[in-house]
């Protein structure tokens, strides 16, 4: 089975400043990751994904994530923080190995960002 | 394109009934997914639904149901109403192909 864990419930950042959350999973068999960002009273956002190839990701709003197979570790970082980033956010994995058009998503609990002006 | 739309926004039910809550996806997904998400927490898989057929169920009893029709909208169904069934229900639609899945707003469900 697989299983998420974002190691901070809570994030505050001041404004400009960079940050990083954090992300570990377990599986027994290789998985795409994801992040998403989820602003208050809204549905889900795609950040960024890693299905293969190179281990650093960049996605939209200036994240990026390093994919680390040794540690299992999918960390979300962004060099310069802005109010706007203040949101929920979840890292995810699916298994890539299962039926063709089974695409299970299993979340973390997640990690609210609040940046400080 | 219109993204994903999800109706109600908001319901209010009472122990015991039953509710349907209603998916539309992005035009050309063929995929729906639907997750529970209670206050606090990350979203948790319920169903997905891909050309007709139910690809993955989550770990939920049996009061819950889904299905996806021919123009690939879908329905959630939960039955017998619990407390604990207060919860923002998410649909997602995705191509499959791409593994990007495209979140509704969702619709908030209070059971009293």
């Known amino acids: 089975a697989q299983s998420v864990t974002q190691l901070d419930s809570q994030v505050p950042v001041f404004e400009e400043a960079p940050v990083e959350l954090r992300c570990n999973y377990s599986?027994?068999?290789?998985?795409?990751l994801f992040w998403y960002v989820q602003y208050p009273n809204q549905g889900l956002q795609l950040l960024l994904k890693?299905?293969?190839?190179?281990?650093l990701v960049k996605g939209i709003n200036g994240f990026e994530a390093e994919f680390n197979k040794s540690q299992t570790s999918f960390h979300l970082r962004k060099p310069s923080v802005h109010i706007s980033d203040t949101a929920e956010y979840f890292c995810a994995v699916s298994d890539p190995i299962s039926n063709f058009g089974n695409e299970k998503l299993t979340f973390g609990t997640g990690t609210r960002l609040t940046i400080i002006p | 394109d219109a993204g994903v739309t999800q109706s109600p926004t908001h319901l209010i039910k009472t122990r015991g009934q039953h509710v349907t809550l209603r998916c539309s996806p992005i035009s050309g997904h063929k995929s729906v997914s639907w997750y529970q998400q209670v206050l606090g927490q990350g979203p948790q898989f319920i169903f997905q639904y891909y050309e007709k057929e139910e690809r993955g169920r989550g770990n939920f009893p049996d009061r819950f149901s889904a299905r996806q029709f021919p123009n690939y909208s879908s329905e959630l169904n939960v039955n017998a109403l619990l407390l604990g069934d207060s919860a923002l229900y998410l649909c997602a639609s995705s191509l499959v192909t791409t593994y990007e899945q495209y979140f509704g707003p969702g619709t908030r469900l209070t059971v009293t």
């Open positions: 890693y299905l293969s190839g190179s281990t």
């Open positions: 599986s027994s068999v290789s998985v795409y």
